[in-house]
């Protein structure tokens, strides 16, 4: 089973839930936690285990050879992403804002632009007990997220195909990287927080959800702030309410020391419970 846990919008606590969970459910299971928030993955800063691989990862970029090019200028009408311009005396090629559909290499008629690799960034596998630990980084100056993403998705499909559970750390918001995360899983649980803002994007994020059919359940982080908002929405949307983790200082502390909350927060771990308990249920029900 698949589940990726995603917010509308940063600093709700979904890597706060996304490492205490997959922690506490390797007590008794064996569980992938994949940091897909690869911008600044921090998943890892809460384990310590055995380096398993670690590699590079590249995407490919068109390179220029000016002695075959004619310019024709095929290469710039077939590029949806402007990456590539015909000057009429040369070729320039944007890396940035190339997305390695290989169309201007492909339909050049004279093969003046092959396909070369580009480091991106780094893809780390850690293990820990029962619990995996996948995290890639992207290399500072790249901006595309949503390559190193899907050659990490495509990582763990070819190691851990066999997990039981594999939890997706998303990244924040609504856009490309979060959409690549969440298109292939079972289930979805959106983190949020009970202000004006969390319940903004809240929305945002359910109705992302709910054009691509994922099944969803909500978790409220610092509970006892704000209003009732986000329950009265969820309410009016059908909308199940897995948790509330209440709004304490000590949870605050723990995280910020890098330490694990739910060994030493009694409520947290009865939180996780009541998580541990819908994920069964839902694995039942997609058996059935």
């Keep these: 089973m698949k589940v990726a846990i995603a917010s509308g919008k940063g600093g709700t606590g ?5 490492v ?3 922690s506490f459910l390797s007590e008794n299971a064996d569980v992938t936690l994949v940091d897909l928030d690869v911008e600044e993955p921090n998943s890892g800063l809460f384990f310590s285990g055995e380096l398993v691989n670690k590699e590079d990862k590249f995407k490919m970029i068109p390179v220029w050879e000016r002695e075959k ?15 590539v311009l015909n000057l009429g005396s040369m070729i320039m090629v944007f890396p940035k804002l190339c997305h390695s559909c290989y169309a201007c290499s492909e339909l050049c008629p004279e093969s003046a632009l092959p396909m070369m690799p580009e480091k991106m960034g780094y893809l780390k596998h850690v293990k820990v007990g029962n619990l995996t630990l996948i995290e890639s980084r992207l290399d500072v100056g790249q901006e595309q997220s949503v390559p ?5 998705i495509e990582y ?10 594999i939890l997706f750390d998303s990244p924040p918001g609504t856009s490309c990287p979060v959409i690549e995360v969440i298109k292939k899983v079972d289930f979805v649980i959106l983190v949020t927080e009970p202000t004006p803002f969390g319940l903004h994007d809240l929305k945002l994020a359910v109705e992302t959800t709910r054009i691509m059919k994922k099944s969803v359940g909500v978790v409220i982080n610092r509970y006892g702030i704000g209003n009732d908002d986000v329950i009265k929405y969820c309410e009016v949307e059908n909308i199940q309410v897995l948790v509330k983790i209440p709004n304490d200082r ?3 502390e723990l995280y910020s ?13 009865n939180q996780l419970e009541l998580i541990k308990k819908w994920l069964k249920e839902l694995s039942i029900q997609g058996k059935e």
């Design 14 to 18: 979904k890597t706060t839930l996304a």
């Design 20 to 22: 205490n969970l997959a």
């Design 69 to 83: 090019c004619t310019f024709c200028g095929k290469c710039q009408d077939v590029c949806n992403f402007n990456a």
């Design 148 to 152: 190193l993403i899907a050659q990490t």
């Design 156 to 165: 763990v499909n070819e190691n851990k195909s066999d997990s039981e559970l």
């Design 250 to 252: 000590k949870i605050a």
């Design 257 to 269: 020391q890098g330490k694990l909350i739910f060994s030493e927060v009694k409520e947290f771990r």
